[in-house]
């Protein structure tokens, strides 16, 4: 089974600084998919970002960017100037259809952005 | 544009009673999930649904049943509640799985 790992639990930043979030995870498939979710106090659920496994070109969404390293298993997210507003849960995330057709979570990463 | 609709928003059960919680899209969208969001354990895969008629497990799936009879709606019934089972619960849908899912705003349970 496909695991998720998040190693920090909660990081901190100041506002306009930039901060990586790290995840790795654990696959034996080839075709795969990641995604990073942000859930902000209201508990919505907010997609951030997506990657597919067989481009090598990392995605970039505004501020957000990660840096994919397939052979490392490693989906790290970077986040630019940082503001208020993206204080939050992070959740990276998993998809193969290989298996069970719906995401593997990790178990989150709290965002502090200090002022 | 309503995405992903789920009732109810809050509910109390006792235990041993059973309820069955609403999900419904209306994007067409043939891929459904249900999942549990626990403290400190991140969101877990309860069942799928890859299309009207078909469902399967997921990772937590005990205590829980699901249909799908038509493509918007994708209902998760608990047959006999818990305590275990207070959680949060997050109905989602995507047209295919690796373009990332819509999650509804969920629905936080408890059972006393």
């Known amino acids: 089974a496909q695991t998720v790992t998040q190693s920090q639990p909660e990081m901190s930043v100041q506002e306009a600084e930039t901060v990586t979030l790290s995840c790795t995870y654990d696959?034996?498939?080839?075709?795969?998919?990641l995604f990073w979710y942000k859930q902000p106090p209201s508990r919505q659920m907010i997609l951030v970002i997506r990657?597919?496994?067989?481009?090598?070109q990392n995605a970039t969404e505004n501020r957000f960017s990660v840096n994919f390293q397939k052979a490392a298993k490693s989906f790290s997210l970077k986040i630019s100037d940082s503001q208020l507003g993206d204080a939050a849960m992070y959740f990276c995330?998993?998809?193969?259809?290989?298996?069970?057709?719906?995401?593997?979570f990790g178990k989150g990463t709290h965002l502090i952005i200090q002022p | 544009n309503a995405g992903v609709t789920q009732t109810p928003k809050f509910q109390v059960l006792k235990t041993g009673q059973s309820m069955t919680l609403q999900c419904a899209q209306d994007m067409n969208h043939e891929y459904m999930s249900w999942y549990r969001q626990d403290p400190g354990m991140g969101l877990r895969l309860i069942h799928y649904?890859?299309?009207?008629?078909?469902?399967d497990q997921g990772e937590v799936p005990n205590g829980y049943n699901v249909s799908r009879s038509t493509t918007e709606d994708f209902p998760l019934r608990l047959l006999s509640a818990a305590p275990s089972q207070t959680s949060v619960y997050f109905c989602a849908s995507s047209r295919q799985g690796g373009y990332g899912y819509t999650f509804g705003s969920g629905t936080r349970l408890t059972v006393v």
């Open positions: 649904s890859v299309g009207a008629g078909i469902t």
């Open positions: 696959t034996s498939e080839s075709d795969y998919y």
């Open positions: 995330a998993y998809y193969s259809g290989g298996g069970a057709d719906g995401l593997t």
């Open positions: 990657q597919e496994a067989y481009k090598q």
